[in-house]
């Protein structure tokens, strides 16, 4: 069984904040990890990927893979109003090029 | 910057009626996909296409189910015979390779079966 968990929140954080998002995932396998954004109908948008142990930054974006925790995670620093939307955690597997994704976090950035 | 279309936005049909679902994808990219997300439910993978066949397919890609890539730019996805929880909004997504490369998604069809 694949199952990639997110907390569905709802996570509120102030303007300027911090946010942290979390995932983790099940299968040992996995190989890629993306993380997207989905504000309310419409389609998943890239925020970053993420392959190797370690951080990557990208801006106010950090993400952070631990494969032996089998977690992966997203900081959003100085938080907006306009990052108020669902966080999407995807996984990839070695064997195949389908995207297993979470249900996703709904992050609220208090103005 | 170059981006996946999709076609029809909204789609409304009977149960029972076929629906053909169409996309556009990268010009440049190699793979293709199909996802749905039921509402307040997560993206689900459907299938992926590679070289004008079927690479992989979920559970959900029954034999109702249909993709076809009829010319150079369109990539499509049929229900034959559509049923109440096939309404859903169906992504279309494409990348360059497989597993490290990003996919990137069209704006959806939202497509309700009455």
């Known amino acids: 069984q694949k199952e990639v968990e997110q907390n569905s929140g709802p996570l509120s954080v102030p303007e300027g904040a911090i946010a942290s998002l979390n995932c983790t995932y099940s299968?040992?396998?996995?190989?890629?990890f993306f993380w997207y954004r989905q504000y309310s109908g419409k389609s998943p948008e890239l925020i970053m990927s993420?392959?190797?142990?370690g951080d990557k930054e990208d801006g106010r974006f950090t993400a952070q893979l631990n494969k032996a925790s089998q977690y992966v995670s997203l900081l959003i620093r100085d938080s907006q109003p306009s990052d108020s939307a669902t966080y999407l955690c995807?996984?990839?597997?070695?064997?195949?090029?389908?995207?297993?994704f979470g249900t996703g976090t709904s992050l609220t950035v208090i103005p | 910057e170059p981006e996946v279309t999709q076609t029809p936005s909204h789609q409304v049909t009977q149960m029972g009626q076929e629906v053909i679902l169409r996309c556009v994808p990268i010009?440049?990219?190699?793979?293709f996909y199909w996802y749905r997300q039921i509402l307040g439910q997560k993206v689900e993978f459907l299938v992926s296409f590679y070289n004008n066949e079927i690479s992989e397919k979920s559970e959900i890609f029954d034999d109702q189910f249909s993709v076809e890539r009829p010319d150079g730019s369109n990539f499509t996805l049929k229900i034959r015979s559509t049923k109440l929880e096939d309404s859903a909004m169906y992504f279309c997504?494409?990348?360059?390779?497989?597993?490290?490369?990003?996919?990137?998604f069209g704006p959806g069809t939202r497509l309700l079966v009455l």
């Open positions: 299968d040992r396998g996995s190989q890629s």
């Open positions: 010009s440049n990219h190699l793979y």
């Open positions: 997504a494409s990348s360059r390779g497989t597993v490290e490369e990003t996919q990137y």
């Open positions: 993420i392959y190797s142990n």
């Open positions: 995807a996984v990839t597997l070695n064997t195949g090029n389908q995207f297993y």
